[in-house]
């Protein structure tokens, strides 16, 4: 009989997405899962592009999506996969993100430090797994790289896993910047499997540069866009000031979980420590910081408030961006201009002028390689068997640096 | 030369688009339009189509970017226009939405009853017209439909108007319900002005029968699609209780601006005569609610606390949907076994079991009607002139009675 | 292990389509499918559409991607289909318009009279069934609605087949009238058997409303748009001319095919009686038609050759479209003008000047009905089951009337 | 008053269209222009991918799209372009590729040899500027780059030109290889000019990157896709083997234009020097070659009906493809079979059995640059400009070896 938990999500890029089971439908009923509700993709990418309102809910399940089809494709090349593998292998990309914090990345290392978010990932997958006594267990070996069938893992977590796959096309859907689109229906179809590690077949090798190309491409107009380092430092510069303040004694607005993580700096040891410390941090959502953010405007603090102000009516820092280091004497001219004009001590000012810098490789040849499954059965690292574009200068870390400082200096 | 200020807005669904001028880019920036990026266009129907986060913040701008095609098109067929006209039509279709309150539509007359979002858009459009100089003069009067050429406010509302083509196609989009999808392109390019009022010419009819069925079907698969019925009902209910807690004295964890909301009920006379009313009134959006009610979660009034849980956790109510009323008898033994089941008196029952009715027509002809502009120069309404679609049933108010309890009773 | 047979083809619709099996493989590469790439789908709708080329090889890939869908879908909620039953039916649906001719509809009838394509699609199965040793009996049966279980025998052919589904879609997409386009994945998804017959559960109710006025805005949109009837009669009396000429002794140049069809007039008799008939008819294609037509455009036969160089060139019919009949005078009077100014007789004026109707209903509740399965278990006709929109007006059938002649008279 | 002529054309890549004006209209309806309504732009690819039956009808009209929206943006950043340049650039890009013969790039050099379609375009442009009194003048000399402002002859043809915007795009479109997709819109938007030559505004780089990444992949993957080349190849020896029947006396089938260049051996000189073989030329397209050849399967010399079979049956070459050359003893090996196999003489062998090579390079910087320009005014070849891909490395010249054989040897 089929279960009545056979449910359908409507996703706008894949169409209609079925549960496989109702182990997953009642995994995706979590409150832990359904948190990832709240959770925004993109941190606050929207302020750039408006339609990227998008969660880590609906990535996951976008990307559970593709883990089906590519188990599927996989299957028909006659690769070994028994059905308790297969849906080990779905519930690991399912709940692979379920640690996020607010804002995603954007927030990370803000909110608390030292832990990444992967960190609360496996510790909310193993609380998981008691609720549900023990049935995730092959998925946690899964996603901890600790299962023999190497693939299952890399199609989790690889330089070409369904986690990338997924956000490239969906982060384009909803930017609209369409050079992001990934064929992935296509990639997924020249997958295989050689001595159990995940390759590309060798007619998908331009696909896998596509991939590559866009990759990078969404780096820099999108995740690293400039406007939206300047938003996510001024937010992250938000939380820093609330902080400070908060340890300092400071009283502020807040839910009593972002209170909690205010006025204390904990570490991954007191994670382990504390188990209701983890139960405090899964209440925290994107909610808990644009609530407290718009009430803080009006804060006496006037670091904070103008930070908040500036948020929230959109005044973001004007940003430079370069490929070398701005020099010192540069950053110094705008910061005494700065202290100058809204009467701040240097410390004080640090919050409105800082230079930092960001980087990215669109391939990291030093991980594990996307490999060419050649006809011969010979495997080629992708940055060695294209035939002209020079992927390895893909592998090249590229640094930008910026500097951010208030508009109408 | 060239304005800084000629800023190009990313849309997935129209491509780019161009802000037309200088006033528009500022009114953009003001904190009172930037404050609907934070109200989402379909309340909670996110709870359902997961990728319907957009807000009211790019719908505007959407329909914006049709009100300027559309004037371009009636312009090309020698409607005079002016420049000022022009701009004002644009400004009025950008800011008739920018009194929605939090999460738009689910939560009117939730927190301020009697009074209707347009209402507080008129009180916002002048507050903005003081901002800006009078500049905004025509473009409030065109929204009032008190500017002689009638056709442009029939742009900004009626019943084929700019903001229907962008909310039909976007909440497409963003539902992934393919068959609300319009082709605004194509209405627009047969919309002509004839005595003064927007028709359409005669090849357009089938356009626009297509767009009256689309907009019936996103009525009942979306818009009052029962689960989101559901959602939004147990929101209405949540604020519903807080407020009831506030008002007899109860101290509710909350943002400043909600908070004086739950502890008063105000009238349009107050609003009118207590203008701080309007500026706490902006404050307040999706974020003051969400973040209080996952604070409420744990508060000991058993009935708020439940509530709360069910919505954050999506635990909805069972809801059934038919044709004609539930019998009081039914509710009544549903009723009583909720009483028994949770420990409740009648009165706090009322929140978990309750009977209400929904309903939409998809075409109105008492309002001011789709007028088809025949080759021979003759105006006939849309309802008539359909060679065989009888579009008068559409005109036909279709009412559904639904009721709500909780889930394994 | 896997065939080499497994082939993907690329569908700009819906992606990549997987051949089921090697039967299927065998059957498309048979030069009587082979052929269907020849033949276009919408014969001379590219005249007004340009991207509207694509063939009937691919609508029948099409719709047989669609069918497995389908069946799968049924598979899933325990309908009993055989793996035999299920290839059958995709080779029903495969083959259902194998018998079309050069330009489809557009020149049905013209060619050889009396003999519907469906018959010769019945003729061209028999021929393969021998050709593969009896491998395609069940999928003849099915296609001809002599298999026990009809709901095959929808699918490939009723009011909501997998046919139409194909066909909107990709006439919608190749044309850009995105109003055609229809969600047939979500309607697929509701489809079910109940006694034995196709039905769509209750929720899809919209969805088939939905597709039932796409269909009626294509029919008046495209297929029946008065420039495409325009073109399409143009091209039909070149064939009548060129084949009176032929009959009466002329010889014309042309393929020995077409040289063949044009000298005599073959009743499905002769069909029946001389099998090569059926060889040499396989042998025609649009390519026959157009080589000829223009080779014709030199004819010293001043109508034929007129009305071969206003095909090419693209000067077509004038065409006056109406609701009700043209009168006789109207007619004679454009006529007698032609016949002057083109120094014709009344007979040759036929070419240039002539009257007719054609007509269309969305729906034909005289037809096997598309029933809407309710919760309860009942059946209702989705012509009664709409709460609103009378799709019982959509069954009425709709004449418009036409009249053609020279443009610049 | 708004013309008669103001006709739109639904384009499914663009959505509608609109003619800018009378001229450009009667060009459009002129016979020579009508003719590639009749010539596929991508020759046999359907075979491959069966969606890219567009014509190169269909392209130009998109490429003068492009045009007006490029010289738009131009406008609106300051660039001088009369009305007159305007107009001349939207009809050189209409007109760049009237010279086309059947199956596009696949016949050229087939058909008549030493003669580039651009020449033929050329001497067609002023055959319509004759017919239309001179009023292409300027549009010859912007397609010639005989005018001063360089850039509007770069917009027609260059590296970055409206022609390739729109064939990426379209033929990515009508083949469904989604990895195709160029944001032209975005792109377009970025142009500038600067000294008189087109560029490229800085933050345009990555839109140009990923565009000169989706050309290569789709010439590895579209337009020399082995089996697309040996499809071509299969045409082009039909070809030339009826040419050599042909002019060694045999009667073979065939329109009389086709005869005409079947018979005979024109050169570019005999273009010059005969008016009357331009007149013959237009009267070619797709019909005439595959008529004849389906006639031709049935001629008696084995060599041309076997290849004519072959192709209608879609029965190609098996085609092997690699990096370095193939031996001479390989082939000559594969060829001794099939001469034996196949009773064949060696010379008539080459027909079946032979080695070429093809070659691609994404971006030439010998040709003219695509220069990007800097905020500091400074202009950098795109080959140097970017950071991290080296775009060097695509302006080697690819070549790869293949040899085709008939299948199942």
Redesign the interface.
């Known amino acids: 009989?089929?279960s009545n938990k056979?449910k359908?999500?409507?996703?706008?890029?894949y169409?209609?997405v079925t549960l496989p089971d109702d182990l997953v439908h009642d995994l995706i009923?979590h409150?832990i899962f359904?948190r990832l509700?709240?959770i925004k993709q993109l941190g606050l990418t929207?302020?750039?592009?408006?339609?990227a309102?998008?969660?880590r809910?609906?990535h996951a399940?976008g990307a559970m999506y593709l883990m089906t089809e590519a188990l599927q494709v996989l299957k028909?090349?006659?690769i070994k996969i028994t059905e308790e593998e297969s849906r080990a292998a779905i519930i690991a990309i399912l709940l692979h993100d379920v640690g996020h914090g607010p804002f995603s990345h954007a927030l990370e290392h803000t909110i608390v430090k030292g832990i990444h978010h992967e960190d609360i990932s496996a510790m909310l997958m193993d609380e998981l797994n008691k609720a549900f006594k023990g049935k995730l267990s092959l998925a946690i070996k899964i996603f901890k790289n600790e299962h023999p069938k190497k693939f299952l893992h890399q199609l989790v977590s690889s330089q070409l896993d369904m986690d990338r796959l997924d956000y490239l096309n969906r982060d384009s859907?909803?930017?609209?910047?369409?050079?992001g689109?990934?064929?992935s229906?296509?990639i997924i179809?020249m997958l295989n499997v050689k001595e159990g590690n995940l390759v590309v077949e060798a007619k998908g090798i331009?696909?896998v540069?596509?991939f590559l190309?866009?990759r990078?491409?969404m780096y820099?107009?999108v995740y690293l866009h400039k406007t939206v380092l300047s938003a996510e430092k001024l937010l992250v510069n938000v939380l820093k000031r609330a902080k400070e303040l908060s340890l300092a004694g400071e009283d502020l607005?807040a839910?009593?979980?972002l209170s909690l993580f205010l006025k204390n700096n904990f570490s991954k040891k007191d994670f382990i420590s504390k188990p209701e410390l983890l139960q405090q941090f899964v209440?925290l959502?994107?909610?808990?910081i644009?609530?407290?953010v718009?009430?803080w405007m009006n804060h006496k603090d006037i670091v904070l408030s103008t930070l908040c102000k500036n948020i929230?009516?959109?005044n973001l820092y004007k940003i430079e961006l370069q490929?070398k280091n701005f020099t010192p004497t540069y950053k110094n001219q705008i910061q005494e201009k700065v202290m100058k004009k809204y009467k701040l001590t240097k410390k004080e000012s640090e919050y409105f002028v800082f230079a930092e810098s960001v980087n990215n490789s669109?391939y990291n040849s030093s991980k594990v390689q996307i490999n060419i499954l050649h006809k011969n059965g010979q495997l080629i690292d992708v940055a060695k068997a294209s035939?002209?574009?020079?992927i390895k200068?893909?592998s090249?870390k590229?640094t930008k640096y910026f500097i951010c400082y208030p508009k109408g200096l």
Do not use: C
Request: aromatic share 12%; glycine share 4%; proline share 5%.
């Open positions: 009989m089929v056979r359908i999500i409507n996703d706008p890029i169409g209609f009923n409150p359904q509700r709240r929207n302020l750039v592009y408006p339609g309102l998008h969660t809910f609906h399940i028909s090349k006659d859907f909803f930017t609209g910047v369409s050079e689109v990934v064929s229906d296509r179809k331009y696909s540069e596509s190309i866009a990078r491409l820099w107009q607005f839910t009593p979980a209440l959502d994107d909610y808990d644009m609530a407290s718009k009430v929230i009516d959109r490929n669109a035939d002209q574009l020079n200068m893909l090249k590229v």
